[in-house]
């Protein structure tokens, strides 16, 4: 029987392993360098999105399979080299993802308070490797988030929703305690371009307006004269332009109610290109853009000081090269052509690293599931050269590398329940690599 490794149990390597095992029957061994599976379902998905998260419980279904492992906390790069895993299996195929953060570029860009939202995101979805932001959060009042799509969104949402929402949700202890003692009130969204620009989906933009206690402001002289002609035929612009109408015309109030001093507030900037941050003095420095008729911005020349203690840049997940692998710099994934990477035999990719960072969960299902078919079109002509999955695990062991398997994974996730079950709450998410090991090889 012929076997694949699977590199990232994300969606798209979940799918993937789904496809290999159930419809041409291959063994399948999928390796995470995290202890547990899912990727940005689990650390990257806002905790409070359930229903999204709860995509977790039918990826989960693939590794039931006698046909599919799971072998976590095994980084390939540094425990397995690529060369190892192309002469263990007869097909492998990378779905590592893309989790490096983009800079901006800008001065004061590098500073304690500017964060990459990669980073903001990992810490409060309870990431292994994440900083801890609670003493910032606790001194900062005025945050700014740069970016105009989902990710901005998520982080400006969470930032100022009520402590009983976000209990709730599956955060680690500490990360709602910091939110609890959060000071934050004001959270300015930047962005250079327009309303009709932006990449928010409608659902989560219109989440915004719906928040108890929170204020959205937004200067109506940035909406486009006529929806109909900016949206340029898009259906979620025209609805996004309708929300942020709406928004810029209730100006001061919030769910029908007289905002009073102790409201929290969401307030856009459009047309704001940042410039340079300060952070002794509190301030992003942005300029002022217009819209050109070719429907581009370009600078005004005029610039403006937006008060900021906190700077979360939210503009773009990028991948990283893995060597023994070829990488394309310019767009930041594998290259490749069909799905088999180009230059190389019997590997291929799937998902954000062969795509780069876009499109929803399900987007990497039809991505995987093209990835395999052009890897089962190449396997059907070859005869198996794979060792056995015994030998491959007598190997890790013999350098030390302590896998977690489904089994593991599943007493990490029954953990998890017991520990949010102690404080009323569904779900507390364990973030102590340790202890994710301990737990899941006890
Ligand atoms: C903040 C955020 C919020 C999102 N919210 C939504 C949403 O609400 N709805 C939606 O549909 N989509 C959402 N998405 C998009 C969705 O998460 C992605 O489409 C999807 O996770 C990409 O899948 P992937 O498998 O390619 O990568 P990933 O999910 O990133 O999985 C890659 C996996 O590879 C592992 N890995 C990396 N390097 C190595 C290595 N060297 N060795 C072994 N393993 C490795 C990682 O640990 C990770 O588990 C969101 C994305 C982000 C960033």
Do not use: C
């Not at 399979?65 to 007869?90: K, M």
């Not at 932006?198 to 719906?210: H, R, S, Y």
């Not at 102790?262 to 459009?270: A, L, M, R, V």
């Amino acid at each position: 029987m012929s076997r694949v490794a699977v590199v990232g149990a994300g969606p798209a390597g979940i799918y993937a392993a789904e496809h290999l095992s159930t419809v041409h029957g291959y063994q399948v061994d999928v390796f995470d360098a995290l202890p547990v599976p899912f990727g940005l379902v689990r650390y990257g998905v806002a905790p409070d999105h359930f229903s999204i998260r709860s995509v977790r419980d039918k990826l989960t279904d693939t590794f039931e399979s006698p046909l599919v492992r799971f072998r976590g906390n095994v980084h390939i790069g540094t425990d397995v080299s690529t060369a190892e895993l192309a002469s263990w299996y007869d097909a492998v195929m990378y779905t590592y993802g893309a989790s490096a953060d983009r800079a901006l570029g800008i001065p004061g860009e590098v500073s304690p308070a500017s964060i990459p939202a990669t980073e903001f995101v990992k810490w409060y979805t309870g990431h292994p490797d994440a900083q801890d932001f609670g003493e910032l959060l606790r001194t900062s009042e005025q945050v700014i988030v740069i970016g105009l799509g989902n990710v901005a969104v998520d982080v400006t949402r969470l930032l100022v929703k009520s402590i009983v929402e976000l209990r709730a949700t599956d955060m680690p202890d500490h990360v709602l305690d910091s939110f609890e003692k959060s000071a934050v009130r004001h959270v300015h969204v930047v962005g250079r371009r327009g309303p009709q620009h932006a990449t928010f989906t409608t659902k989560e933009l219109k989440e915004l307006g719906e928040l108890e206690g929170v204020e959205v402001i937004l200067d109506p002289r940035d909406l486009p004269a006529d929806d109909a002609i900016a949206s340029s035929g898009s259906k979620v612009v025209e609805r996004n332009l309708k929300v942020m109408r709406q928004w810029s015309q209730g100006h001061g109030e919030s769910h029908g109610e007289v905002l009073n001093a102790s409201s929290k507030k969401i307030e856009f900037h459009f047309y704001s290109t940042p410039q340079s941050f300060d952070s002794k003095q509190r301030s992003l420095i942005v300029e002022r853009m217009q819209l050109s008729s070719d429907n581009t911005v370009m600078g005004t020349g005029t610039y403006e000081s937006i008060p900021a203690d906190i700077v979360i840049r939210s503009v773009g997940y990028r991948g990283l090269p893995l060597e023994g692998l070829p990488f394309n710099d310019r767009m930041n994934v594998i290259p490749s052509h069909e799905g088999k990477v180009e230059g190389l035999s019997e590997t291929y990719v799937a998902g954000w690293i062969k795509r780069g960072p876009s499109g929803i969960i399900g987007t990497n299902k039809k991505d995987a599931v093209a990835s395999v078919e052009s890897l089962a079109t190449d396997l059907n002509e070859r005869h198996s050269v794979a060792i056995d999955s015994q030998e491959i695990d007598e190997i890790l062991h013999a350098r030390g590398v302590k896998y977690i398997d489904f089994e593991g994974w599943k007493r990490i996730n029954a953990a998890e329940i017991a520990l949010g079950a102690s404080k009323d709450r569904a779900r507390t998410t364990i973030h102590e690599r340790e202890k994710l090991i301990e737990i899941g090889l006890s």
